[in-house]
């Protein structure tokens, strides 16, 4: 009697699974079901890898461009039978790092007390966890989940502002890029800019001072400046940062730390719709406005500068990164606004440097307006 068996066959698979991302550790195992004492013998492009011989697992510990290929291994023993069949060919498609993209269940501004979900989109989903940031980029931010949805249950004036997303996977964390930053917009109790600020723009200089005043309005008493910061969370003026006058809240000399969102509050819990300040150290700052611009209204954005002054007042103008405008008179008009207007903008001076990013926003011409209120950090 002769018996006649067939050869093992040796499986290549991949992990994770294909395809793996620039700078990601992939690891290739070669699989053969028979036997104890197999010696592995790989092969990229028909081609020996050397450094991967007589192993089971070949990790790539930092992927690249240059390992994209077709991987093949089989395997020998010194039992019966000695030699395995070679496995079928399996392809590695290394990939540019993901970038995911970050969405809103609201369109337009949120209510406060309503729910907001936010949603990060990444076509190569399997086996991520999901990382969100809100205000900065910065580990003490940070929330994880296990999918791409992350839902705020009740939206505050801390919940607005600016967030983003990234993706990561496997031991240790690959992680994606970050999306692009995307705006919460959150809508006061009140209709009208209650809270006036003087000078009125949304950035400012270190050391210079700042004016915030409540205009009363219906039938609600005692107004109050208030604020949040990342840093210091919701404070009054009267906790120390300001000096209170009446309902105005004065700042005589501003630094970094007052970076944060504003709003008036009376003593019933009415509020007005919030505004965002940005103090920057630096030497140029954007003269935005700090309310929402109306649709048909004209804008100027300005390009200003600590003292002194530069005598080349040339200067460019951005809107989400990209480059608008570049200006002689180190300014810019937009002569009829709409909501294709609305953005992140940015001017840049050749010689001083760059400004702290605003966020414009565009309402329409109505009666009743509502503000959106956004955080810049």
Not at 44 to 63: C, F, G, H
Request: net charge negative.
């Amino acid at each position: 009697m002769i018996t006649v068996t067939a050869r093992p066959k040796a499986t290549v698979t991949i992990h994770p699974a294909d395809p793996v991302f620039i700078g990601e550790t992939v690891t290739l195992t070669c699989d053969i079901g028979s036997g104890h004492h197999w010696q592995y013998d790989w092969f990229k492009d028909s081609n020996p890898l050397s450094e991967a011989q007589q192993r089971k697992e070949y990790t790539i510990s930092n992927v690249a461009v240059s390992h994209r290929g077709v991987y093949t291994c089989n395997g020998t023993q010194s039992t019966q039978p000695r030699y395995s069949e070679t496995s079928d060919a399996v392809t590695l498609t290394v990939s540019e790092k993901p970038k995911p993209e970050l969405t809103s269940s609201h369109k337009g501004a949120a209510l406060i007390g309503k729910p907001v979900v936010l949603y990060c989109k990444l076509d190569q989903s399997a086996g991520w966890r999901f990382y969100w940031f809100k205000h900065t980029q910065s580990p003490e931010t940070e929330t994880t989940t296990e999918t791409h949805s992350y839902t705020i249950s009740s939206v505050s004036v801390s919940e607005g502002g600016q967030y983003w997303c990234r993706a990561g996977r496997g031991t240790p964390v690959y992680y994606t890029h970050y999306s692009d930053a995307l705006w919460i917009n959150v809508t006061g109790t009140t209709r009208s800019d209650s809270l006036t600020v003087s000078p009125s723009r949304a950035q400012h200089f270190s050391a210079d001072s700042l004016s915030l005043s409540c205009e009363e309005q219906s039938n609600s008493t005692g107004w109050r400046v208030r604020r949040y910061t990342h840093s210091e969370k919701v404070s009054d003026c009267s906790s120390g940062w300001g000096s209170v006058t009446g309902s105005t809240c004065n700042i005589s000399s501003l630094s970094t730390s007052h970076t944060g969102v504003y709003w008036c509050e009376s003593e019933s819990g009415e509020s007005s719709n919030p505004v965002s300040i940005t103090v920057t150290n630096g030497a140029v700052i954007l003269d935005s406005p700090v309310h929402p611009v109306t649709e048909g209204d004209p804008l100027t954005l300005r390009c200003l500068y600590r003292d002194p002054k530069p005598s080349n007042l040339t200067a460019e103008f951005y809107k989400n990164g990209s480059l608008l405008q570049t200006q002689t008179t180190g300014e810019m008009t937009i002569r009829t606004v709409s909501k294709s207007d609305e953005g992140l903008y940015h001017c840049k001076h050749p010689e001083r440097g760059e400004s702290p990013q605003s966020w414009i926003s565009v309402r329409g011409d109505r009666v009743h307006r509502i503000t959106n209120f956004l955080y810049i950090i």
